[in-house]
């Protein structure tokens, strides 16, 4: 039986003329299954089990396809690594400044209504919000080194 998540993926490839193959579905379904915005190496790690044959190249294509209809969205936090999300709507993003995680924030913040004359002309298509900080488990590594 197909989750939601497969349904919508096969649906959307189909309505952008994409062909749908178990790679596609495999690398969507990492992204989905993983909560931490993985970058393409670690989708590549988690599915290469299931399919030996498929190559890192492979992967980065599929995403930035995916990225290119829309399915899912790049995010660039200024970390060492490309990032990805299927997550769509509206939503903002943790960043932890040890470990580099990325975690989707529980609220959000309201985003300031930015108009195309406040931008001397510059057309906003997306904007992006990033909480910088320190997930919980750095929190205590760093408070336990500084009571050491």
């Known amino acids: 039986m197909r989750d939601k998540n497969e349904e919508y993926l096969i649906s959307a490839l189909r309505n952008h003329g994409l062909q749908v193959t178990f790679q596609r579905l495999a690398i ?87 108009s195309d004359s406040d931008q001397k002309g510059f057309h906003v298509l997306r904007q992006q919000v990033f909480l910088y900080g320190y997930c919980p488990s750095c929190k205590d590594k760093i408070a336990q080194a500084q009571v050491s």
């Open 28 to 114: 969507y379904g990492a992204l989905c299954s993983n909560h931490e915005h993985p970058a393409a190496d670690t989708i590549y790690n988690k599915i290469k089990k299931r399919f030996p044959m498929i190559s890192l190249a492979t992967v980065y294509k599929t995403l930035q396809k995916f990225c290119e209809v829309n399915l899912i969205q790049k995010v660039n936090p200024m970390t060492e690594t490309v990032r990805y999300d299927a997550e769509r709507g509206p939503h903002h993003y943790m960043v932890c400044m040890n470990c580099q995680s990325i975690r989707n924030a529980d609220t959000v913040v309201e985003e300031p209504k930015v």
